[in-house]
């Protein structure tokens, strides 16, 4: 079966950070594509400075369109919200039954995974990579092992891969564009000139 990575996230804007992570889990792990999921803003929870659905997922698809390995999904905006990662895993089962799911997801989220809809079922049925994050001093305390190991232990489908540690942040980046500095290095070149000639994140 075909293998293919699931990277979750509101991308608001997508960066270096998120492509590198991709392209790594793509080109230096068992998966054969990643596709980055973008994540519907949820009706319910209004946020200050969250581009509109289209505009966030116009951003990746401009950010991995010279990429074969890493493509970009929306499928989430057609689900019903909020949007639980157990429904969208069983609506892609059913619609591509040749195709293996794993999700991917940074080490700081792996403390909170055993809150998650349907967790149990989730680990059962599908791989989890891991990659590392700068993390605070607080979410190091969090993850510590006699804390986690509990929950978790060394599940043998929770992989943990030696991936780039990124630092940069979306929140970084909309504060430093209305604040009015240089991001041009943390986006790519296609999306940095989107983001500059539609004045996204300046006020």
Not at 5 to 28: C, D, E, K, R
Not at 29 to 40: G, I, K, Q
């Amino acid at each position: 079966m075909k293998k293919v990575g699931l990277y979750f996230g509101t991308f608001n804007p997508i960066h270096v950070g998120h492509l590198i992570i991709a392209n790594f889990m793509a080109h230096y792990t068992a998966l054969d594509e990643v596709w980055l999921v973008v994540s519907p803003q949820n009706p319910l929870k209004e946020k200050a400075g969250m581009l509109a659905d289209y505009h966030r997922l116009a951003l990746v698809r401009i950010g991995v369109e010279d990429n074969p390995k890493v493509k970009v999904s929306d499928i989430e905006f057609g689900l019903a919200k909020p949007s639980y990662t157990i429904h969208t895993l069983t609506y892609l089962k059913e619609k591509h039954p040749e195709i293996a799911f794993s999700l991917i997801m940074g080490e700081d989220n792996i403390r909170s995974f055993h809150k998650w809809r349907n967790a149990e079922l989730i680990l059962k049925e599908h791989l989890i990579y891991v990659y590392p994050r700068a993390l605070t001093e607080g979410e190091k305390e969090d993850l510590k092992p006699h804390r986690t190991q509990s929950r978790l232990g060394h599940h043998p489908h929770i992989v943990h891969v030696d991936a780039p540690v990124m630092k940069v942040s979306s929140s970084f980046i909309r504060k430093a564009i209305k604040d009015g500095h240089d991001v041009r290095y943390l986006l790519t070149d296609p999306v940095h000139r989107y983001v500059q000639e539609m004045h996204f994140y300046e006020k």
